[in-house]
């Protein structure tokens, strides 16, 4: 009778030592996810800013240059920081004389040659792989001006790349930029924004050089 249970027993605790060790893979594994975080380092080159500006007789559309940014995120605090700079002066439409009034009257771009983004709340879930829609509040820099705006960012992760668009507007009459209305012509006092940016490898484990 005893040498007939003896299989049985030691096959029951083979099934139980499996079942341990694979109960401490998943924990290791997770606790390894949760010390990735985000590390969003923007490539110039591969970020396209545009701007809408809704007017009388047409739409005015143009560019920016981005010049540098960088965000990181860490998914388990959801603790987000860095920052997104373009040269204000770079401001481009396809019309000289437009383009001269804008960074001579509007923008005043040589006084004031930033327009940044510090984020600083992230509403939403950030996908480790895959697309997510987060909404990013943070402090929004033009003109000398810093302002609250929360941007709608949809983010595709992937290990060896990630991309992001964007699409928001800022009220710059509201922030209280001068509106390029005139007479003859009526200016939106308020312009539409499209970011499209792209980058390499953006998760990095917490606490690693």
């Known amino acids: ?3 007939s249970t003896m299989p049985s027993i030691a096959k029951r605790t083979a099934r139980f030592g499996i079942a341990v060790a694979f109960t401490a893979l998943l924990w290791t594994q ?3 996810a949760q010390q990735r975080e985000a590390v969003l380092e923007f490539l110039p080159a591969r970020a396209r800013i545009e701007f809408a500006l809704d007017a009388s007789f047409h739409v005015v559309h143009g560019t ?5 940014g960088a965000i990181q995120f860490d998914p388990s605090s959801r603790a987000i920081s860095g920052e997104v700079v373009v040269g204000a002066a770079s401001g481009h439409s396809g ?15 040589s006084r004031y040659p930033e327009i940044a983004f510090r984020p600083d709340r992230v509403e939403g879930t950030l996908e480790a792989s895959g697309v997510s829609t987060v909404q990013v509040h943070g402090v929004f820099r033009i003109h000398g001006v810093e302002r609250e705006l929360t ?6 992760m992937a290990d060896d790349h990630w991309t992001l668009t964007s699409h928001f507007v800022v009220p710059y009459v509201q922030w209280g930029i001068k509106n390029p209305s005139s007479l003859l012509l009526h200016v939106s006092p308020s312009v539409e924004v499209d970011v499209q940016a792209s980058g390499l490898k953006p998760w990095a484990v ?4």
């Not at 437009?98 to 960074?103: A, E, F, L, V, Y």
């Not at 917490?206 to 050089?209: A, D, F, L, Q, R």
């Open 30 to 32: 997770t606790g390894r």
């Open 95 to 109: 019309n000289d004389g437009r383009d001269r009034r804008m960074h001579r009257e509007i923008l005043e771009s």
């Open 206 to 209: 917490s606490g690693s050089k």
């Open 64 to 68: 920016f240059d981005m010049e540098h």
């Open 151 to 156: 941007i709608p960012v949809r983010v595709e």
């Open 1 to 3: 009778m005893l040498e």
